[in-house]
């Protein structure tokens, strides 16, 4: 499966933001057919890290979360700015 068709984008809010620099996670909206193990491959091959655990949540709106913690070697704030995020 193509890593587009899995992962669709990061959600940036206040709140993710927190996360990113606090605990070192990205959130992105991923699709619902997907699993843990189908985004971590996904993540690890679009952004070039490595994924330490994956938390997934289907929120009210119907959309699926996926709160992405990465290894401590990578930063989730570079790697938002590498993605144009910042």
């Known amino acids: ?10 959600l940036i809010t206040e709140k993710t933001v927190a996360m990113m620099e606090k605990e070192n996670k990205l959130v992105f909206i991923v699709s619902r057919k997907a699993n843990k193990i189908d985004i971590r491959d996904a993540v690890e091959k679009l952004y070039e890290v490595e994924v330490e655990k994956i938390c997934v949540m289907i929120h009210t709106d119907g959309k699926k979360r996926a709160y992405v913690k990465l290894r401590e070697e990578y930063l989730a704030d570079e790697v938002a700015t590498k993605m144009g995020v910042f």
């Open 1 to 10: 499966m193509d890593p587009f068709d899995i992962v669709f984008y990061p």
